[in-house]
């Protein structure tokens, strides 16, 4: 599997409350290649998230291009930016979000099923992340009766389970201790490897994101390196 080629052209995101405009982002040109892994860090606020959601089809751009294998998002339906979210981009969060009234395996195979897979095809594929993840012996537990980061491992077999081409984690372990942090995080970049995805993670943490060969501080709504 190959990774998904990013590109931003003018990127601009501008936040109206009430007469007052912000402007998040202001004029983003930045290019991802296939496979690259990519560390954003910046002050709280300056719009790392937001960043992402756009990246991930989950909002919108108020200006600029975003194209995704030569692709502008901009040109595709409602549907259509559903369909490539689900087939091509993988979502971690801070906050696991995973469906208390499934077990682990039931949360992992959502993606397969809502691509139109069946039944077993969706297990198989969700037992096969599990087992990858280190929870092959607790597919059948539900959310409530696994630890944080177990949780955090389920989410992230969720979102490799359609083996996206486009891999973006939101503070993937902000709300776990540190050494399972470490932990978490390690299984991330292993897994992202054998894959071969584009990954992009925002991060607070500098000891983190010093993992990573490219590095962008979001400041003043434009990208440093670093």
């Known amino acids: 599997m190959t990774g998904v080629h990013v590109r931003l052209e003018d990127l601009r995101r501008t936040h109206v409350k009430g007469d007052e405009r912000i402007e998040v982002l202001r004029g983003v040109d930045l290019e991802l290649e296939p496979g690259e892994r990519v560390a954003i860090v910046g002050p709280?606020?300056?719009?790392?998230?937001?960043?992402?959601?756009?990246?991930?089809?989950?909002?919108?751009?108020?200006?600029?291009?975003?194209?995704?294998?030569?692709?502008?998002?901009?040109?595709?339906?409602?549907?259509?930016?559903?369909?490539?979210?689900?087939?091509?981009?993988?979502?971690v969060f801070q906050a696991h979000h995973l469906l208390p009234e499934h077990d682990a395996v039931g949360n992992v195979m959502i993606p397969v099923r809502l691509a139109g897979a069946g039944v077993e095809i969706a297990?198989?594929?969700?037992?096969?992340?599990?087992?990858?993840?280190?929870?092959?012996?607790?597919?059948?537990?539900?959310?409530?009766?696994?630890?944080?980061?177990?949780?955090?491992?389920?989410?992230?077999?969720?979102?490799?389970?359609?083996?996206?081409?486009?891999?973006?984690?939101?503070?993937?372990?902000?709300?776990?201790?540190?050494?399972?942090?470490?932990?978490v995080f390690d299984l991330m970049l292993q897994l992202n490897q054998q894959l071969g995805s584009t990954l992009v993670v925002v991060t607070h943490s500098l000891e983190l994101a010093e993992r990573f060969p490219r590095r962008l501080l979001l400041q003043e709504g434009r990208f440093l390196e670093m």
Request: proline letters at 5%.
């Open 44 to 91: 709280s606020g300056s719009g790392k998230s937001t960043f992402l959601h756009m990246l991930g089809l989950l909002d919108r751009p108020t200006g600029g291009r975003l194209l995704l294998d030569g692709v502008d998002v901009e040109g595709l339906s409602e549907n259509e930016r559903a369909r490539l979210r689900n087939r091509s981009i993988g979502f």
């Open 123 to 183: 297990r198989a594929r969700a037992e096969g992340l599990l087992r990858a993840v280190g929870l092959g012996h607790r597919t059948n537990h539900r959310p409530g009766e696994l630890s944080g980061g177990e949780q955090q491992r389920v989410a992230l077999a969720r979102a490799l389970v359609m083996g996206p081409g486009l891999v973006l984690a939101d503070e993937p372990t902000g709300n776990l201790d540190p050494a399972t942090s470490w932990g």
